[in-house]
T-cell receptor
Framework: GAGVSQSPSNKVTEKGKDVELRCDPI?????LYWYRQSLGQGLEFLIY????????KSGLPSDRFSAERTGGSVSTLTIQRTQQEDSAVYLC????????????FGEGSRLTVL | QKEVEQNSGPLSVPEGAIASLNCTYS??????FFWYRQYSGKSPELIMS????GDKEDGRFTAQLNKASQYVSLLIRDSQPSDSATYLC????????????FGQGTTLQVKP
């Protein structure tokens, strides 16, 4: 498709399990962002990629969170040993390098940790 | 102090009125400023970007930037019920890494 694609759209997991969330950006977009949005809250910045490198990882909440991007395209956000407070919608967005900040968002992955 | 601050609202205006949404930011070196709209249960979508002081108009929307006051606003003229949504202000930092920080959003309700 032409837009940002995220999978899974919904994930229910048990506390302590690991989860992987995938993001496929718009073709040609070199910048890729991950945000987290809890119910009724704003967007919490997690990590930003320019190509395959991550100039800014400052938003990752703990060392249980990691992200990678390969081939300058698909990105995976991994949460290890999930906790109930990790429950949120995880949003991925991409943009052209020339227009940082003009983001195109995917539909999000809703994570529920029981 | 939060990096980007908005009044959470809700801001309620009658149909046809002007809605005024405000945002302040803490990083004086910020370069780029954006307004996103988020309908309930949906992802944010970009509606305006502004990079220099002054006003920028696009249809019924006007973005205003005052870097000296570290203040950004969005005016929506002739508000429609379909404008009812949460409006998110977003700002890039002075470090120019591309990191985009969002405010908490202001919920706008346009009543018929």
């Amino acid at each position: 498709g032409a837009g940002v694609s995220q999978s899974p759209s919904n994930k229910v997991t048990e506390k302590g399990k690991d989860v992987e969330l995938r993001c496929d950006p718009i073709s040609g977009h070199t910048a890729l962002y991950w945000y987290r949005q809890s119910l009724g809250q704003g967007l919490e910045f997690l990590i930003y990629f320019q190509g395959n490198s991550a100039p800014d990882k400052s938003g990752l909440p703990s060392d249980r969170f990691s992200a990678e991007r390969t081939g300058g395209s698909v990105s995976t956000l991994t949460i290890q040993r999930t906790q109930q407070e990790d429950s949120a919608v995880y949003l991925c967005a991409s943009s052209w390098t020339q227009t940082p900040g003009e983001l195109f968002f995917g539909e999000g992955s809703r994570l529920t940790v029981l | 102090q939060k990096e980007v601050e908005q009044n959470s609202g809700p801001l309620s205006v009658p149909e046809g009125a002007i809605a005024s949404l405000n945002c302040t930011y803490s990083d004086r070196g910020s370069q780029s400023f954006f307004w996103y709209r988020q309908y309930s249960g949906k992802s944010p979508e970009l509606i305006m970007s502004i990079y220099s002081n002054g006003d920028k108009e696009d249809g019924r929307f006007t973005a205003q930037l005052n870097k000296a006051s570290q203040y950004v606003s969005l005016l929506i003229r002739d508000s429609q019920p379909s404008d009812s949504a949460t409006y998110l202000c977003a700002v890039t930092g002075s470090s120019n890494t591309g990191k985009l920080i969002f405010g908490q959003g202001t919920t706008l309700q346009v009543k018929p």
